[in-house]
């Protein structure tokens, strides 16, 4: 079965310090791969996806990067982190390919909560 | 483009009480529908889905019908508990080429005792 995990579950970071955020999947291959975030009391916001090795859509201007080194393996970047980038984080999987009325079911990981202080 | 509109809350409901969380969509074609579920501290996790219209999707008494002639996807449980206090999440996925999930802002439900 597949499974995704992701890391660091909690971290406190100081304003001006990097971030590397690390999500991995297990039991697929060639998975799209996303990392989101959710503010405090709000909804979720699509930060990059990837649809394979190497291949970065970012869907907002920001502070953060995205890569994913290998297949199923997707990394969230900062070089100084700003206040605002405070939040949940989360990483998700869906299988690649067409879709069709087959429902691709997408599957998140247990979030990591950010703190820039 | 895709949109998902739902309500945004905070509902609370008394233990066994009868719930409704509307969702609507706009999306060209037939796109699959979900619902997605978080709680506390959590990430989210799939709770329900329907692929084409007129599916019902349920799972831990929640249900939900795929109704392509209103647009909608309302969530509904016929007696709910305090352990279902969390927030919801509608989505949707086109029914072609890249698949891009598009969420709806989540509907927290608080259940009292």
């Known amino acids: 079965s597949q499974t995704i995990h992701q890391w660091p579950a909690t971290l406190v970071q100081p304003v001006g310090s990097p971030l590397s955020l690390e999500c991995t999947v297990e039991?697929?291959?060639?998975?799209?791969l996303y990392w989101y975030r959710q503010a405090a009391g709000r909804g979720l916001q699509l930060l990059f996806y990837?649809?394979?090795?190497?291949?970065i859509s970012s869907e907002v201007p920001q502070n953060l990067s995205a890569s994913r080194p290998q297949d199923r393996q997707f990394i969230l970047s900062s070089k100084k982190l700003l206040l605002s980038d405070s939040g949940f984080y989360l990483c998700a999987w869906n299988e690649a390919g067409t879709g069709g009325t087959s429902g691709n079911t997408i599957y998140f990981g247990e979030g990591s909560w950010l703190t820039v202080v | 483009g895709n949109s998902v509109t739902q309500m945004e809350g905070p509902v609370t409901l008394s233990e066994e009480a009868f719930l409704t969380i509307n969702c609507t969509y706009t999306a060209t074609g037939y796109p699959s529908l979900f619902w997605y579920v978080q709680y506390p501290g959590e990430g989210l996790q799939l709770l329900l889905k329907?692929?084409?219209?007129?599916d019902k999707g349920s799972n831990k008494g929640f249900e939900a019908t795929y109704r392509k002639e209103t647009t909608s996807f309302h969530l509904e449980k016929g007696s709910v508990q305090v352990s279902d206090s969390a927030v919801y999440f509608c989505?949707?996925?086109?029914?072609?080429?890249?698949?891009?999930?598009?969420f709806g802002i989540g509907t927290k439900l608080q259940v009292i005792p």
């Open positions: 039991g697929t291959s060639n998975p799209n």
């Open positions: 329907a692929t084409k219209a007129d």
């Open positions: 989505a949707l996925t086109p029914s072609g080429g890249y698949q891009k999930v598009t």
């Open positions: 990837s649809v394979g090795i190497g291949q």
